[in-house]
């Protein structure tokens, strides 16, 4: 069983950054699509960035484009998401996801992939 573990939230002013991080076990994740999802207070789980195995291709949510970044250290089993220009919208809790499939896309689903974190939590004040 992978198990996904994020870290690097907390409470930020809005214009501010941070980077979270998301740690897998196992010795397959270098064949594991990896994405972020968050879901606000009320709101239904959203996608917001992935990233498929050897980090050729990502893709983002449109309300992230230019502000977030995502990327992947194989060798260190992690990926990350950089958030810059943080806006209160952006508060939420953050999960990392993988997908064992080892595709050529990113898939924008939640049900498609197979391992979840435990969440972080993001707060942007106004």
């Known amino acids: 069983q992978v198990q996904l573990v994020e870290s690097g939230g907390g409470l930020v002013q809005a214009g501010g950054s941070l980077r979270l991080s998301c740690a897998a076990s196992?010795?397959?994740?270098?064949?594991?699509?990896m994405a972020w999802f968050r879901q606000a207070p009320g709101k239904e789980r959203e996608f917001v960035a992935g990233i498929i195995w050897s980090g050729d291709i990502l893709y983002y949510a449109d309300f992230v484009k230019g502000r977030f970044t995502i990327s992947r250290d194989n060798a260190r089993n992690t990926a990350y998401l950089q958030m810059n220009s943080l806006e209160p919208e952006d508060t939420a809790v953050y999960y990392c996801?993988?997908?064992?499939?080892?595709?050529?896309?990113?898939?924008?689903?939640?049900?498609?992939?197979?391992?979840w974190g435990q969440g972080t939590r993001v707060t942007v004040s106004s």
């Open positions: 996801a993988a997908d064992r499939g080892g595709r050529t896309s990113v898939p924008m689903t939640g049900t498609t992939y197979d391992y």
């Open positions: 196992g010795r397959a994740f270098s064949s594991y699509t």
